[in-house]
């Protein structure tokens, strides 16, 4: 009895952590994410050594969509012998065209399957710098927690609306 007793104090406080443990872990992960994001200048659909870095920080499913936009994108330029440009241009990972230049993960909410983050995002231009919120979606996947979506929060005139995946699904749907 007394075994039961001092394992259940010892558990208890790992209990009282749950959600916010969790939270944190997907904070985490999501920093991971962005610091790869940023790190690259590049626009479009994330291929090549883009796409093999940012493996580790998302979801099998957004990296299948990734995979299955570069083929729309590839198919595209094919078709019209690369004089149309490529459906997805600018930054595809935040409301920006031009992208963010830092990013700091704000308040983190669980639910039963995802842990959705708020992201604070910056354009740090010398003339005018933006700022703004997109919302990071993280869902648990092999072990660990993975970007799996983004909600678009820019609320300029011509910021993407809605999320990644529908950004995604819409260009696969253009070539299929």
Known sequence: ?????????????????????SENDAAKAAAVFYDISLSERTGGVPVGDFRT??????????????????????????R???????????DVFSSLFEGATAYEIGKCEADDATVTCDVLLV???PEQP??????????????????DDIVYGGDWDFAPKGTLQQLLRGVIALEE
Request: net charge negative.
């Open 53 to 78: 870095r940012l493996r580790g920080s998302i979801s099998p499913m957004l990296d299948s969509l990734i995979a299955q936009a570069g083929e729309a994108e590839r198919r595209h330029a094919v």
């Open 1 to 21: 009895m007394r075994i039961v007793l001092v394992s259940l104090l010892l558990l208890l406080p790992l209990a009282a952590c749950g959600d916010s443990a």
């Open 123 to 125: 354009h740090d231009a």
């Open 130 to 147: 933006v700022q703004w919120t997109d919302r990071v979606v993280l869902v648990a996947a092999d072990g660990r927690w993975a970007v």
């Open 80 to 90: 019209t012998g690369n004089s149309e440009p490529p459906y997805l241009q600018g």
